[in-house]
């Protein structure tokens, strides 16, 4: 059996060696600078090979990208008379967007890599999504809260809104961020995710806006006249809306005075509120002092324990 394997292996080998003399260099016969330079010029023939497919992948990228702004501006001039919203506006413009060049970039990457099929390349795009998300948890949350606040919130581009500690008029309303200029010139940059997850006050959402005010006549004094007089005094103010109903009601018995709480109408910006502000208060301190009512000072009344001696010198 040892001779008849020795035959056998012998046969092998035998057939293995090349025929004729043929002197041909296997793989183990090269040097490592010699592997590398047959990868070197294998990658690089490749790549020339694979020139033309690119070129044709970015001339698409490129046209997705002329296309897009085509569209764009389309709907912006198809949508400026039917959609009064401008929010709504924006956000049909940025999903045609996001449509058109996920398959512009699709197709780009099915020329640009020939044997990649569109299964495969949306099952990576997937993967892809996953992974981006999970890095970019933050900026796909304000992403998502920008769709909200353009297409459900109530405030547009020029309202004036307070929230928590900002407060001033939206500036521009994108997919990830709001600009908002403060009343005192400062702007400021506020994520999405912020204003959707706080209270938002929207100090313009109607035309009007209702302000209260507190003031007080003497005990003294008579009460019911004082209220006249004030409702007198806003009648002629300028600032003061005259569709809505002016309220003044006795609030109270304050520390010194019987407080009265004064109600009115006014346009709803903040620089509106503070002249109809100034200018009620002017004109019921000017009503009440030509009445001749009295607008008390706080009154203290100090009582000591013993008696108090008064040293009265010459």
Sequence with gaps: MLLQF?????????????????????????SPLDTLESTLVSITQGFIEHLPYM??????ILLTWALSSTIGRFIEKLTASRVKRDSVRE???RFTSVAVWTLGLLLAALIMFPGLTPAKALGGLGLLSVAV??????????FFAGILLLWKYPFERGDFVECESIMGKVEKISVRMTTIRKTNGELVVTPNSYLFKNPIRVLTDLDLRRIT?????AYDE???????????????????????????FLAGFGSSSIDIEVTWWTDPTPLDH??????VVSSVKRALDEAGIEIPFPYRTMTFKEPLVIDQRQ
């Design 6 to 30: 020795s035959g056998s292996l012998n046969y092998f080998q035998s057939d293995s060696q090349p025929s004729g003399g043929d002197t041909s260099t296997t793989i183990e016969d090269l």
């Design 55 to 60: 070129a044709v992948g970015f001339t698409v």
């Design 91 to 93: 956000l049909v413009i």
């Design 133 to 142: 998300g999970f890095a970019f948890k933050e900026i796909f949350e304000n």
């Design 213 to 217: 005010i507190m003031t007080g006549v």
């Design 222 to 248: 008579d009460a019911d006249a004082a209220v006249s007089v004030i409702e007198s005094a806003l009648e002629k103010c300028e600032t003061v809306d005259k569709s809505k109903n002016i309220e003044v």
């Design 274 to 279: 503070r002249k109809s502000r100034g200018e």
